[in-house]
């Protein structure tokens, strides 16, 4: 009785020993990482594909020897002898040529399959062509073709004339000189009529146009230099005949600033843009600024013209023998 209690207790000692051996014991591929387990899954389907492979190829071997089976029993039962070999080449001819490809007979149909067959590459070469045909029309022959010399032509003589119409708008705005105006309007009108095989005339009226505009917005007063230790008017000799005197000039806006000019030389007839220019006065005036100059070294009357907004040329104010201005006379850029 007393040794009961102890065999359990042996029983129930061991019995964790045998479970957690038991445990120990783990099944194939139980502890496989996901990685392996691919692996595992591509090497059996590779097996499998070989078994296909090997089965069908048995299939193959299995008809290949019924056949030769009945090819030998067809030529024993019509007394033909022939040898196994014989009917293994003849069976080896059958199977090479079994599967053969001929090309159909020419045809409706069959061409009709061809354009069926290639209808995707044939409809892609179709829309590649038309769309090259249709692009080159547009760059090139259409009413706006953007590469077409004659349309930008156009475009930029549409484009001069659209400027000088807003240019000949600002003169409007300016002045109220019907000379002026008219002028301007000439320009305009010469810009519209040019075409686009001469763009030139309509840049050049346009030009000159942009021109006026600018000469009209300006306001300057011209005088005579004034300064001691520079010449205030000069005595120009001419061969054989009177001598031509003239003043020293600058044009300055109401700050003061130099305004330079485009002045013609009348010695070589070339226009040149200066700060300082000489202009032709008779010679009472020359004399009259001479003596006042030589007096104390400046001069009193410095004032030769002013040139408004809205006017083309300035106004000349210095007076001659009487007290009206002196009229316009020629000009010099070197002196």
Sequence with gaps: MSNAPSANANA?????????????????????????????????????????????????????VKLREKLMRSARLAGDRVTEAEVDAAIDQYLATLNTFADPKPGLHTTFAHLWVWRKKILTGVATVAITL?????????????????????????????????????VEAITNDPAIIAQAKSLQSEANTATGEDVTTAIAARTKLAEMVDQLSTSYEVRIIDDPNQVSAIER????????????????????????????????????????WAEQVPRETYMRLRQDKTSDGLLSETLFSIKTRGSLEPAIRIPGATSAPIGQGTQLTTY
């Design 12 to 64: 129930s000692a061991a019995s964790p020993q045998t479970s957690a051996a038991s445990r120990s014991v783990r099944l194939p591929g139980e502890d496989l990482s996901l990685n392996e387990m691919l692996r595992v899954m591509d090497v059996a389907r590779e097996l499998r594909g070989n078994r296909d492979i090997a089965e069908e190829m048995f299939r193959r071997d299995e008809v290949r």
């Design 134 to 170: 249709g692009g080159c029309y547009y760059l090139f022959f259409s009413s706006s073709a953007p590469l077409s010399p004659a349309v930008r032509a156009d475009r930029a003589v549409a484009a001069e004339q659209a400027t000088a119409s807003a240019l000949l708008t600002r």
């Design 237 to 276: 000799g001419m061969d054989g005949k009177n001598p031509v005197y003239y003043v020293i000039v600058q044009a300055r806006d109401a700050s003061g600033n130099v305004v330079p000019q485009q002045i013609r030389n009348s010695e070589t007839g070339r226009t040149e843009r200066v700060t300082q």
